[in-house]
């Protein structure tokens, strides 16, 4: 019987245990128990697939991936104990020394600080293009590149990159693409379907959708997940069993949040189109955003972020936010809270200005990660903190 997406991340689980309970216990054991001496020695030969240490795996983590892998298309994963653990450790276990990244611009800063503060010390060199200008990528392949990496929508600018493009490109020139799918979530949008060899999550976000825990995860083809396992297990990133558990309960109500999510912030942004105080909003499934009609193909809704410009630049900007009364001031997104950010001072602020602009934060830039309040609650308080 071919499920639908939301009957897959309700019903699928781990096997019950002798208790027989409905839903799927918690397992706090660092370690397991072999049967005998023969039982440990085709264990750790890997002869057998079980758990061993839960640094490798655990029952909880591995629900927790095999639903992110159904969601996604993907054959395998693995889990990581933050989104940055899981961006690092999928790089680390593919790259060598002289390898060369090409990377979109419009990246999370704590990506960027990876690829400019850090890799360059092993010998790792990244080359950036314009979001808005896909076509420049060639441009930028050398014999030495490995590996074409994007997120889409991008943060916190919302800008939407042409995943079959990046696709067809990668393939042409055989690298391994990846995408972080973080604001999209799995069930807006499937980058594997479009040519992707590996997608990352960062869990923290509309994952878990609550602003608990921490994990993330990277899914893909079995050849490069094992890879990154195999540095995994080593190097120590592994999510707790907790965090996973916490997860797969997260991901049985993902449609139903994401859905509310994104219809709370096509009004928003609707709202904000409309203010005299705002110079211009974002938003995939606004008709006037660049990229909408890439957008409506390549996902089922807009999502939880919408990005705006606040008249009057850094003054009016500071303001704003000092206006605010019911929604949080966080760097975080994806709660069941919204979340009004100021990226160039928090999120970007190790970007460069110059770099900044490049990729759309100005300094009167604001992200809201709509949460799921009631609308007009939301809208109020924006609307009386633009005065």
Not at 273 to 294: G, T
Not at 374 to 384: E, P, V, Y
Request: aromatic share 10%; hydrophobic share 40%.
């Amino acid at each position: 019987m071919d499920k639908k997406f939301e009957t897959n991340a309700i019903r699928t689980q781990i096997e019950r245990s002798q208790f027989l309970e409905h839903s799927a216990p918690l397992y706090l054991t660092s370690s397991y128990v072999f049967e005998d001496a023969e039982d440990m020695r085709a264990s750790f030969a890997e002869e057998k697939d079980r758990n061993i240490y839960s640094r490798y795996s655990n029952p909880n983590t591995s629900e927790f991936i095999e639903k992110i892998c159904q969601m996604e298309g993907a054959e395998t994963g693995f889990a990581f104990a933050s989104g940055m653990a899981a961006v690092f450790s999928t790089f680390a276990a593919l790259v060598e020394s002289g390898d060369h990244i090409i990377s979109s611009k419009s990246i999370f800063g704590s990506t960027h600080s990876l690829f400019v503060n850090f890799f360059p010390k092993w010998n790792v060199t990244t080359s950036y293009f314009d979001a808005h200008n896909l076509e420049g990528i060639e441009a930028l392949i050398t014999p030495k590149t490995k590996i074409l990496y994007a997120e889409s929508p991008t943060n916190p600018a919302v800008d939407i990159l042409d995943l079959e493009v990046l696709g067809t490109i990668a393939k042409k020139h055989n690298l391994i693409l990846i995408i972080d799918n973080c604001f999209a979530s799995p069930y807006l949008q499937q980058p594997i379907k479009f040519g992707a060899d590996l997608v990352i999550h960062s869990g923290t976000k509309l994952i878990d959708g609550q602003g608990r825990v921490l994990a993330g995860i990277t899914v893909g083809s079995a050849d490069l997940i094992d890879k990154v396992y195999r540095f995994s297990r080593i190097s120590g990133p592994a999510l707790s069993p907790f965090n996973a558990w916490i997860l797969s309960k997260s991901l049985e109500t993902l449609a139903i949040r994401v859905d509310r999510h994104s219809e709370n912030a096509l009004k928003l942004a609707e709202f904000l189109e409309a203010h005299p105080k705002v110079n211009w909003v974002k938003y995939p499934f606004l008709k006037s955003h660049p990229q909408y009609k890439i957008a409506i193909i390549q996902m089922k809704a807009g999502g939880c972020i919408v990005a705006f410009e606040v008249k009057g630049g850094l003054q009016a900007g500071q303001e704003f936010f000092n206006a605010i009364k019911l929604l949080s001031l966080s760097a975080n997104l994806g709660d069941s809270r919204s979340i009004v950010t100021h990226p160039a001072s928090t999120t970007h602020s190790k970007l460069a200005a110059e770099d900044r602009v490049a990729v759309g934060i100005t300094d009167g830039t604001v992200r809201v990660s709509v949460g799921l309040e009631h609308i007009d609650d939301i809208i109020a308080d924006i609307a009386q903190a633009l005065g």
